[in-house]
């Protein structure tokens, strides 16, 4: 036997071999200290909401959440070993399912806090929705890439069906908060693309107007912009405990499980658990977590960018702006710096499905963004922007 | 293109025409070798916004986190709920304040030693009851033990270090005057809710205020209050009284300076008092009054013009109405004059007053001192005055000297005041007034002249009548007494009598200079060795008035007369006319 200094040699030809020194170590430590930082603050803020809802086992979610947060991380190691081919044919199967699954809903569906969005599967509530979100992505870079071809694919039409059969199945739950991310992430990959500017401008329109109609066909959603555009007259319970708690933790935080607002307040695990951290651990715990979030997706974005084929570039953007848009707004909600929105923190935030559909996320993003033979333009030439030949 | 041409229509073209033009939009990119360089200038705008985005994101986590208010109590939007401003009496110092105490709470599952941790906590904290204590123990899930613990309690129990202790901060309201005043304060409950007293009346006041930062002045003065509590106190163990009322208020202006209903309790803990100690029997007890209504009466007979100061009345005999006999307690067997009725106090001398100005009169007069509705003031707790069913001949000649009527003390402290005030009637506030305001429900009542007669009743009633036992040396204190028996099973009870005294002082100057009411009431006073086996109010509730003013003089700066032009009445000469109005069936 030859003495190995490392786990996987260079010459290391077999799968698993190739996979770590093809994949971008840096995003996927950085993937992992989230994972572990959910795991942990899950813990922490979990027993709280246990406690609340009259669990006796105080570690209910946090137990459930360390599960979710093995499966996510299987999901996205074993996603991450694909090709781009075998990316796409995920993204198809992914995509049908999880449309499937939608538009049984309404038949099958679990209905909690005014929305059909969960699917009970054995004591485990699946959000179809989730799972959706990253295969659209994939799928209309796809056809985009396609049509750049021009080989006779109308790939944009196809693009706009799948995005206009999502986001009308959203809408029947009503899902509001998932056809924004779907919406912006969608436009995000079509703009980056190559649309030429007239139609950013059309389209851009058409949002804005799909933004205000929600705001007056949809009660809940009316109620909370209101909410956000005049404090004082709204109850923002939720959101001023948020801000007590942050103001609270101030620099180094009240110190590990001492948070009292978590007590409270109800779903501080889920949605306002980025508020829960920054109580117990202050804000060097706060701009440390958005440093990852935001080390995440500018090197994500710098990789894809880098990046030589149409299709894996807009993918890969596009699923980086999906976890990008995604971290933002939970955290400027918790901030108070745009409306209540009912928006997980990704791998942070207690949530099976949000967790498995993040590891297929990031996990597709990091196989697109791999070391390949011509995958990336060679970097002496190509200084990010300059013309590629 | 594979799409459905269906061009009958100028709209489906121009539809049709668009997605084509962007499918090729593409390609023609494609075709200009540009597309894969302007998608990454595209991306690297995408990636510009979001390192733009969570830088923002980054500043806005720092300025929450170090700049924010919340939480802090210093903007409007982060006051705890219960939130309630200070009080303060009109010289501004504390009487009820919002300080941070903590709640207690248990996680049983935290729990390490469960004798370890009862003995503890119940050393560290003996006024938690051992109950209370297992039951949290015993229970599954995190409780709230017990709240409104001290920084020092907490730091016991802390100190301990005990696993599954938890403090949480709570808001408490604390006054730390104790018993004083306690009926006028009133206290507020966990929630910040006003339940009785100044806490009650003034609930949205106080609690708006806290979201200034204003302190609520009350028209308390807490040295004239510690005066009257004392003087009550005392009057009210000497004469065995069940209880006792007194209050002290500013005339011109209506402000109630002190007010006492004994027994009382501790603001601060009233749930710990017995039930009777917290019926404030300033507002909310009703009495007939006896005797003391003979101010009203007068008033009512001088200023409609019925009588003068002069008009004789014939005391010569009771008077019968129909099956009743109205007796006079000093009966004169004579014609007296109207300024006799009054320092005699002559039941049968203001039954024909009242008689002769008729029925309508007194009603109208009774009506305008606030005598039949609640005392107009912010307590909740003033009480509804009970009165005759039905006006006639008896009833008017039983409420002319204060009977067939109940009414609270504040009602005759406001209607009395209404008199002494030059004629003027203001609402009683507990709200410290500020000089100048204009007084709202202000109305006139009686004539100047009216009042200056009856400022002069009331003094020659002290000088030469009942009152002598409150003539504060110099401070020319009028007053009148009564001496109401209690109605019981079978009609009204000898021996069981509410005496009341009302004084004002001083009565000369002009008719609308400063002047103070004081109001004393004591219900059931018992005869002492030294009142000679009376119980009447001259005997009691009269020498305690008396004392209370000339404690007070100096506070609200009324000066001494050099001389008294009279000297008081002798100390233990039984005081003339000191009436017990008497009621035959």
């Known amino acids: ?389 | 293109m594979s799409l459905v041409h269906h061009t009958s229509s100028g709209l489906w073209r121009r539809l049709i025409e668009g997605v084509w033009q962007v499918e090729h939009a593409f390609e023609r990119n494609k075709a200009k070798g540009r597309a894969a360089d302007d998608t990454r200038l595209r991306i690297f705008f995408v990636l510009s916004l979001f390192a733009l985005a969570f830088l923002l994101l980054a500043v806005e986590a720092t300025r929450s986190a170090l700049f924010s208010d919340a939480g802090k109590g210093s903007g409007a939007l982060d006051l705890p709920p219960e939130a309630r401003a200070d009080l303060v009496d009109r010289n501004g110092r504390l009487i009820a304040v919002d300080l941070v105490h903590y709640g207690l709470y248990l996680n049983p599952n935290e729990i390490w030693d469960r004798v370890e941790t009862r003995r503890g906590i119940r050393a560290a904290l003996p006024r938690l009851s051992a109950a209370r204590l297992e039951k949290a123990l015993a229970s599954g899930r995190r409780e709230y033990l017990i709240g409104g613990l001290t920084p020092q309690e907490r730091a016991a129990v802390h100190d301990l270090g005990l696993p599954g202790v938890q403090f949480e901060e709570e808001t408490r309201r604390v006054y730390p005057l104790g018993n004083s005043a306690s009926h006028l304060i009133g206290f507020s409950d966990t929630a910040g809710h006003g339940l009785a007293g100044s806490e009650r009346a003034l609930d949205p006041l106080i609690r708006n205020a806290a979201h200034t930062g204003a302190t609520v002045p009350l028209a308390l003065d807490l040295r004239i209050q510690g005066v009257l509590e004392e003087e009550l106190r005392k009057g009210r163990a000497e004469f065995s009284a069940d209880s006792a009322v007194g209050i002290v208020t500013d005339v011109r202006t209506g402000e109630i300076l002190a007010l006492s209903s004994q027994p009382d309790f501790d603001s601060a803990a009233p749930g710990a008092a017995p039930q009777p100690n917290l019926v404030n029997h300033a507002a909310a007890s009703v009495y007939e009054m006896g005797s003391t209504f003979k101010i009203f009466t007068l008033a009512m007979g001088l200023d409609s013009k019925a009588a003068t100061i002069n008009t004789m009345f014939d005391a010569n005999g009771p008077l019968h109405m129909g099956s009743r006999v109205i007796h006079d307690y000093h009966a004169e067997h004579k014609a007296i004059s109207l300024s006799d009725v009054f320092i005699l106090s002559s039941n049968i001398g203001t039954a024909r007053l009242a008689l002769k100005a008729g029925e309508a009169n007194l009603v109208n007069y009774f009506k305008r001192f606030g005598l039949l509705e609640p005392a107009k003031t912010e307590l909740a707790e003033a009480a509804r005055p009970i009165t005759p069913r039905d006006w006639n001949a008896s009833t008017v000649a039983s409420a002319s000297f204060g009977y067939a009527i109940s009414v609270s003390p504040l009602n005759v402290a406001a209607g009395v005041g209404a008199i002494m005030n030059g004629g003027v009637y203001h609402p009683l506030t507990v709200l410290k007034r500020k000089p100048g305001e204009k007084i709202e429900g202000s109305h006139r009542v009686v004539s100047e002249e009216t009042a200056r007669h009856m400022l002069d009743l009331m003094r020659l009633n002290v000088l030469k009548g009942s009152g002598g036992k409150a003539d504060a040396a110099g401070l020319r204190v009028g007053g009148k007494t009564g001496s109401a028996e209690k109605a019981g099973v079978g009609g009204y009870q000898r021996k069981k009598l509410v005496s009341s005294f009302a004084a004002v002082f001083p009565t000369d100057g002009p008719v609308d200079g400063p002047r103070y009411l004081v109001l004393i009431l004591m219900d059931e006073p018992k005869a002492t060795p030294k009142t000679f086996g009376f119980a009447t109010a001259g005997w009691n509730a009269t020498p305690v008035a008396g004392r209370v003013i000339d404690r007070i003089a100096p506070f609200v700066g009324v000066r001494r007369a050099p001389a008294t032009p009279f000297a008081p009445s002798g100390g233990d000469r039984v005081p003339v006319g000191d009436d017990v109005s008497g009621i035959e069936q």
């Open chain 1, 1 to 389: 036997m030859t003495y190995q200094p490392h786990a996987f040699a260079r010459t290391d030809r077999s799968r698993l071999g190739l996979w770590w020194w093809t994949t971008d170590r840096l995003l996927m430590s950085a993937v992992a200290i989230l994972i572990g930082l959910g795991v942990m603050l899950s813990f922490g803020s979990s027993p709280a909401a246990a406690q609340r809802i009259g669990l006796s086992d105080p570690f209910h979610f946090a137990l459930r959440q360390s599960v979710y947060a093995a499966a996510g991380a299987c999901i996205l190691l074993a996603v991450s070993m694909c090709s781009p081919r075998a990316i796409r044919r995920l993204a198809f199967f992914v995509y049908v399912a999880a449309i499937g699954i939608m538009i049984l809903l309404p038949f099958l569906g679990h209905s909690a806090k005014g929305a059909t969005r969960w699917l009970e599967l054995g004591g485990f509530s699946l959000q179809p929705s989730e799972f959706m979100k990253p295969a659209l992505i994939v799928l209309v870079s796809w056809m985009f890439a396609e049509a750049q071809k021009g080989e006779g694919v109308p790939g944009v039409s196809i693009a706009f069906g799948l995005y206009f059969v999502a986001v009308a199945l959203l809408l029947i739950q009503p899902d509001i908060g998932q056809t924004v991310l779907i919406t912006i992430a969608f436009g995000a990959a079509f703009w980056m693309a190559g649309v030429p500017m007239s139609w950013v401008m059309g389209l851009g329109g058409v949002g804005i107007a799909g933004l205000c109609s929600t705001y007056f066909l949809f009660d809940h959603v009316h109620a909370r912009v209101q909410k956000f555009l005049s404090p004082d007259k709204a109850d923002t319970h939720q959101i001023d405990r948020a801000a007590e708690a942050i103001a609270a933790g101030g620099l180094i935080g009240r110190g590990p499980g001492e948070g009292v607002m978590k007590r409270h307040v109800p779903d501080l695990h889920t949605d306002f658990i980025y508020s829960v951290a920054a109580e117990e651990f202050g804000l060097v715990f706060s701009l440390f977590l958005i440093s990852l979030f935001g080390f995440l997706v500018v090197r994500g974005l710098y990789r894809a960018m880098k990046l030589n084929d149409p299709f894996e570039q807009v993918a890969a953007s596009g699923l980086f702006v999906l976890l990008g848009q995604q971290a933002f707004i939970n955290v400027a909600v918790n901030l108070n710096m745009i409306p209540t929105k009912g928006m997980t923190l990704p791998f942070i935030s207690y949530g099976g499905s949000s967790m498995l559909a993040m590891g297929l996320t990031l996990g597709m993003a990091l196989a697109l963004i791999r070391k390949r033979p011509n995958a990336y333009a060679n970097p002496a030439t190509a200084p990010a922007g300059a013309a590629f030949a």
